[in-house]
């Protein structure tokens, strides 16, 4: 089996491992540059969607450009961003998702733990159109955090990392693969 993450941010590559850890002994894991082709900060489900597809489709090229195709080959891209929530105080949520393509350009999707960001930040974020992982870095003192533990990581005090919620999406979108008898894929 041979995995490529769509991504060079160590967290996302890390959920990944840890994910396919959990069901598969033996497997190869690259990881690319992929561009998702959305805004650096995505709003809303679908626009977080095409992007975590972008870069699994860029992840799946990949493997099938440069490594062996008798195998089973995944690309997986994973995207987090912000959907309207009209019950949250700030009106949106954080979500991410991943997907997963395999030779076949079979899709399966996951979506990790879901939050709210105070309300300020996505105000910053509707009216100057900044990143988040900007605006939760300079209020954290940490350029690095969505390299790190993430803006849950600083806003649960640590109590959740962003790598396990990435990982809750992978494994997520893991599941019509694990439980094949159960879904038709």
Request: glycine share 6%; proline share 3%; charged share 25%.
């Amino acid at each position: 089996m041979q995995i490529c993450v769509g991504s060079l941010n160590p967290v996302k590559y890390s959920a990944v491992k840890q994910a396919f850890n959990t069901y598969f002994n033996k497997f190869e894991i690259y990881q690319i540059k992929a561009d998702s082709r959305v805004p650096n900060q995505p709003i809303g489900k679908e626009m977080i969607l095409t992007g975590a597809f972008n870069r699994a489709k860029a992840a799946l090229d990949f493997l099938r450009l440069n490594k062996d195709l008798d195998s089973k080959i995944y690309g997986i891209g994973i995207e987090a961003g912000l959907v309207k929530i009209p019950l949250a105080t700030s009106k949106y949520m954080d979500f991410q998702f991943c997907v997963i393509i395999d030779k076949m350009e079979k899709i399966t999707i996951g979506s990790g733990v879901t939050f709210e960001y105070p309300k300020f930040i996505i105000d910053k974020v509707l009216s100057k159109n900044i990143e988040i992982g900007e605006i939760m870095g300079a209020l954290a003192n940490n350029r690095n955090l969505k390299f790190e533990e993430g803006a849950i990581g600083y806003l649960s005090k640590n109590q959740i990392k962003r790598e396990e919620i990435l990982k809750q999406a992978v494994i997520c979108a893991l599941l019509p693969r694990i439980n094949q008898e159960l879904y038709t894929l």
